[in-house]
């Protein structure tokens, strides 16, 4: 599969799923696992461009195919916007739901630049957070936006 | 951790494909979709195979909403977020989104399909109940060819279908009728959840009557249950509360709901009556709507 625009080959077993293969395969521990259950989105990762719950999704099914994580949302040594945002507006405390937060608010802005606080809401519905009750979150996202924006 | 058991992983490149490997291994296979309800179901071990089937591949076959002038045909690889966003199922069914809005978050509906939705044939399932209501049928293919059964027949039981071992759902077929429209409601313990009880109704006018009415419930049963009682009760009659109410009464008396963590029975009882009656109000607000539009 391709990872963060890597090509990267593997001999794995058929129920190794892609939170495990990203974390102990590759060493890409910046995506977490957390429920296994699909619900708390910690482990949301991309698979061909759409944000999937990577505790749900067999690492042979993405072969082939390309993932990204929050290892590649950087570029060229910079910090994506969303991650920006986050900084700058407190959009994390113990950080654990952070990578999936962000992989879902870097999909849902590239689909839509100017999205409503609902919109950012129903965005990351699948994912959940213990310590800031989302509205930090919510502005870190309304930062990255507007920060696009302005450019 | 929550691991899967052991099992040999197999990627289908054609219908065909998937269908020869499911006829050469048996009730030891099975076809996987979208994977989050199967995948689940087997990190508990409560399903345990010796074959999976990955179908991903076949979505540039099976993922499509199609609009004919007497039916809408949906690919079962047809993934919830493009049920969500259809134009065309906006138009005619608008059921589709107020479902697909409840049904877990936006990210499991990224992946999860129309075809993994009704072969799972969770009783609580809200695209079954979806599917009940519009009256769909189901395109099942084997080797032999392909076949053709009505929702009704297609769920056997909880968790159980009419597709075969060597079979798949490749399509599902809704019925295209002019004057009508469709609505959806559950109630859910959280955001995402399972239904306690869900209903949909679809209904049509003719010069102020309805020509037909029917009611599909999530939850309150071994399958996702259409009720014919309904549906005799409204054709020929101008919609009214008091019509909606008997309509409610009926759904409350021929369910079967069960006590357990989500409600008690007499809850689930009032709420099929309830949300009856608010999804047969509102399809026909909708046709007054789309009237004035």
Known sequence: ?151 | MQVPGQFEYQRATSVEHAIGLLDRLGDTARLVAGGHSLLPMMKLRLANFDYLIDINDLHADLGYITAEPQQIRIGAMTRHRELLESTSLKEHFPIFADAERVIADPTVRNRGTLGGSLCQADPSEDLSAVCTTLDASCVIQGSAGTRVVSMEDFHRGPYETAVGEAEMLIEVRFPLRPGGSSAYEKVERRAGDWAVVSAGAALWLRNGVISDARVGLAAVGPNTAGIPEISALLRGQEPSEELFEQAGDIAARSCEPATDTRGAEGYKRHLAKELTRRTLRKAVDRIGERAQA
């Open chain 1, 1 to 151: 599969m391709i990872v963060n625009g890597e090509e990267v080959t593997r001999e794995i077993e058929g129920r190794l799923l892609l939170v495990h293969f990203l974390r102990e395969e590759l060493g890409l521990t910046g995506t977490h696992w957390g429920c296994d259950t699909s619900n708390c989105g910690t482990c949301v990762v991309w698979l061909d461009g759409e944000p999937v719950k990577s505790c749900t999704v067999l690492a042979a099914m993405a072969g082939g195919h390309e993932v990204r994580t929050v290892e590649g949302l950087e570029r060229n040594g910079e910090l994506d916007p969303v991650q920006q945002g986050f900084i700058a507006c407190h959009g994390l405390q113990c950080g654990f739901c952070t990578p999936g937060m962000m992989m879902t608010a870097r999909a849902l802005l590239d689909r839509d630049p100017d999205p409503s606080e609902a919109d950012i809401r129903e965005a990351i519905s699948g994912q959940i957070c213990r310590c800031t009750g989302y509205a930090t979150i919510v502005r870190s996202v309304q930062w990255a936006a507007a920060t696009e924006a302005a450019k």
